[in-house]
């Protein structure tokens, strides 16, 4: 019997994948907090952190500052290490086929720095389904649609908990 590992996509659609078939990518993803607010790229009509593949040679650290700047405008400093999440995912290519991809998702909390939304930094595949990033209440966490094959707001309310806990 052949081995296959279950991949999804951003609406929730489930592929059963050969691992021969899969991608590595690893990733890392910003949890940026300011003013009651969290800051969201928006892909696909829905909400997501902003963060996304780690580059060979760049530490985690350094890309999700870089991922932050590209999907926001928004620079950030001082990443520092929440969570690690791994996923299978399923990326449509907007032609009929798709990659599928084995990655570990990492979750850092950034520091605010400063910064306009801009989408000046998308690349070319973002240019068709992101749009402007905005900043969402933390107050609404629980009903904000995100995209994504996995549920972060649990790490946002537990970072938000954490920043509260040693302002006390």
């Known amino acids: 019997m052949t081995r296959t590992v279950t991949c999804y996509d951003v609406d929730g659609n489930a592929y059963s994948v050969s691992p021969d078939k899969l991608r590595w990518r690893p990733s890392a993803y910003a949890i940026v907090m300011k003013d009651g607010q969290l800051l ?8 997501n952190l902003p963060g996304g593949g780690i580059e060979l040679g760049e530490a985690p650290e350094e890309a999700v500052v870089r991922e932050t700047k590209e999907e ?17 995912f399923a990326w449509n290519n907007g032609d009929g086929t798709a990659q599928y991809y084995q990655t570990l998702l990492l979750y850092y909390l950034c520091d605010f720095v400063g910064g306009e939304f801009s989408m000046e930094g998308f690349d070319s595949y973002e240019k068709v389904y992101a749009e402007m990033p905005e900043w969402y209440p933390l107050v609404s966490l629980d009903e904000l649609k995100y995209t994504g094959t996995h549920d972060w707001r649990p790490l946002v309310k537990k970072a938000v908990a954490e920043h509260e806990n040693t302002r006390h």
Not at 40 to 47: E, V
Not at 73 to 85: K, R, T
């Open 72 to 88: 926001t405008g928004i620079d950030v400093a001082n990443p520092q290490f929440l969570a690690v999440a791994p996923q299978f």
């Open 40 to 47: 969201t790229a928006k892909h696909f009509g829905r909400n």
